[in-house]
C-alpha cells in the first residue's frame, strides 16, 4: 500500500471500531503522560504494557492473529524512552536549582499573577551558572539521542509487536520509512488540528482545546499507530 491508501486503510479501521479507538485512546493517553510525569518508572510503565495495548487493539480492529516478542518490544521502546526520561529529569533538576537559588518556592510563582511581575521579582537576581547551563545542553542532547534512537528502532518496535522481529536491532531503511509515514501523518493532521481548533476557539478557547484533545484520543492517536503497524506489516 502506497502511503494515502495506508492512511485511508487505518482511519477507516478506527471509525468501523470506534469503541475500541475510544478505549485505546485513552489508555494510551494515560501511558503517554506517564512517561513524562514520572521519571525513569514512567518510561518502564510505557515500555512493558504500550506493546501488549497495542497488540489488544489491532487484533481486535483487524481480526488478525499476532504472536508479538514482548521482550525485544520491551526493550526497542526502553531504550529511547528512558533517554528521553533521563534528559527531562536532569532539565527539571537544573531548573529547580535555579528557582532555590531565586529564592522563590514552587508557592511563590503559584502567587505571582502574571509574567510580568514574575520577571520584575525573580529575573533581575537570576544568575545561571556554566553548570546549570552544561545541565540543560546535556538534557537536551539526552533527549535529542532518544529520539534518534527511537527513529532507528522504529521497524523493531512495531515489528516485535507483529511478531515479525525477535531481536533488537536497527532496520536503517525499514524504520526510516515508517517515520516518515508518521511524520507526514502528524505535520497534515496537527495542521487540520489547528483549523479546527481554532473554529471552536472563537466560541471559547476552552472548547477549542477540549475538542482538539476528543479528536487527538479517538482518532488520531490511534490511526497512527495503525499506520506504523500497518506499513511495518508490508514491509
Given at each position: ?8 486503510k ?6 468501523n471500531?470506534i469503541v ?8 494510551f493517553y494515560?501511558l503517554?503522560n506517564?512517561?513524562f ?9 510505557y ?5 501488549r495495548?497495542?497488540k ?8 488478525e ?5 514482548y521482550?525485544?518490544?520491551f526493550?526497542?521502546l526502553?531504550?529511547p524512552n ?5 534528559g527531562?529529569?536532569?532539565?527539571l ?8 537559588k531565586?529564592g522563590?518556592?514552587?508557592t ?16 533581575p537576581?537570576?544568575?545561571?551558572s556554566?553548570y546549570d547551563?552544561?545541565?540543560i545542553?546535556i538534557?537536551v542532547l539526552?533527549?535529542i539521542i532518544?529520539?534518534?534512537m ?6 523493531s518496535?512495531?515489528?516485535s509487536i507483529?511478531g515479525?522481529?525477535?531481536k533488537?536491532?536497527?532496520y ?7 517515520f516518515a509515514y ?6 497534515v493532521t496537527d ?8 473554529i471552536?476557539?472563537l ?14 484520543l479517538?482518532f488520531?492517536?490511534p ?6 503497524l500497518l506499513?511495518?506489516?508490508e514491509?
Open positions: 500500500m502506497g502511503l494515502l491508501e495506508t492512511y485511508k487505518s482511519f477507516d479501521l478506527v471509525k471500531h475500541h479507538s475510544i478505549i485505546y485512546g485513552i489508555i494515560i503517554w506517564l512517561l510525569l514520572i521519571p525513569i518508572v514512567g518510561a518502564i510503565i515500555s512493558y504494557f504500550y506493546p495495548l497495542t489488544w487493539y489491532y487484533t481486535k480492529v483487524t481480526g492473529s499476532i504472536n508479538p516478542d521482550k525485544t518490544a526493550l526497542s526502553l531504550i528512558l533517554l528521553t526520561s533521563i527531562i529529569t536532569i532539565i533538576l537544573v531548573l529547580i536549582s535555579i528557582l532555590i531565586l522563590l518556592t514552587f511563590d510563582i503559584l502567587n505571582i499573577s502574571n509574567h510580568q511581575q514574575l520577571m520584575s521579582t525573580g529575573l537576581n537570576l544568575s545561571i556554566l547551563l552544561l545541565g545542553i538534557g539526552i533527549m532518544g529520539g534518534i527511537w527513529i532507528l528502532l522504529l521497524y518496535i512495531y515489528g507483529l515479525k522481529v525477535n533488537l536491532s536497527i536503517f531503511e525499514k524504520s526510516l520509512i515508517l508518521w511524520l507526514v501523518f502528524y505535520i495542521i487540520i488540528l489547528y483549523i479546527i481548533g481554532g471552536f476557539s466560541v471559547s478557547p476552552l472548547l477549542g482545546s477540549i475538542i482538539v484533545i476528543i479528536l487527538s479517538i488520531v492517536n490511526a497512527s499507530n495503525l499506520i506504523l506499513k511495518a506489516e514491509l
